[in-house]
């Protein structure tokens, strides 16, 4: 994966990218955020509490933001990982949207995550531009 990385270190980026050593501590703090309350939502689905229907997007989100790495990283794709990047930001909307009614506090939680998936679906959609 080094390799990975060093390939990306190469892809021409916007000049408000930020620092490599910024994701690591930024994605750390969002899992933490991510698996209390995806699993707050996952837990209230096995009890009954809510529909599979409202934990879909939380599903899809996971899966999509686990797909990320796979596709800029060992692909090396920009292409595949804008697509993918902006089905992380959909699935993500989907999520806060379809959980609001039932707990509001899952939504208002992840507007952390919100906000740097915007971020990170319009740095990846430039990167994507600037080495086509």
Known sequence: M???YSWYQTLIKPSWAPPAYLFGPVWTFLY???GFSFGYVFLKTVQGDITFI????FIL????NFSFTYFQFKLKN??????DILLVFGTLLWAMGAVFSYFPLVTYANIPYLLWVSFATV???TVAYLNR
């Open 78 to 83: 920009n292409i595949l990982a804008a697509i």
């Open 123 to 125: 740095l990846q959609l």
């Open 32 to 34: 933490a955020v991510i």
């Open 54 to 57: 409202v934990a879909l997007p």
């Open 61 to 64: 989100n996971l899966f999509f």
């Open 2 to 4: 080094k390799n990975a």
